[in-house]
């Protein structure tokens, strides 16, 4: 989940959550659960559906939503954003 968070931005500034199912993960502080584990980990299916909370104080609400899964291309940056900016870009 690091990886997905260094592509937004802004990581280790704010505190953050992924609420997956019923399941928490992310800032220490939150009492959530170590985000120390792979997206691959959480055995997602297509379409799935989770939310991530960024800057709890004033808190950026984002669905996050699985499109499919492809094979690793040597070379590329991943997650990948398939649409938009990072909310970042409008600070």
């Known amino acids: 989940m690091a990886s997905f968070r260094s592509r ?5 500034i704010h505190l953050y959550e992924f ?3 019923t399941a928490r ?4 502080e ?6 120390a584990m792979t997206l691959g980990e959480l055995k997602l299916r ?3 559906r ?3 909370e960024y800057d709890l104080n004033i808190p950026w609400g984002h669905e996050i939503r699985l499109e499919e899964r492809q094979p690793v291309k040597p ?3 991943y997650p990948a954003c ?3 900016p990072p909310p970042t870009a409008s600070w």
């Open 19 to 21: 609420i997956i199912h």
């Open 82 to 84: 398939t649409s938009g």
């Open 75 to 77: 070379g590329a940056h």
């Open 30 to 35: 939150t009492g959530a659960r170590s985000p």
């Open 50 to 52: 989770f939310l991530y």
């Open 46 to 48: 297509k379409g799935s």
């Open 8 to 12: 937004w931005g802004g990581e280790g």
């Open 25 to 28: 993960y992310g800032s220490w």
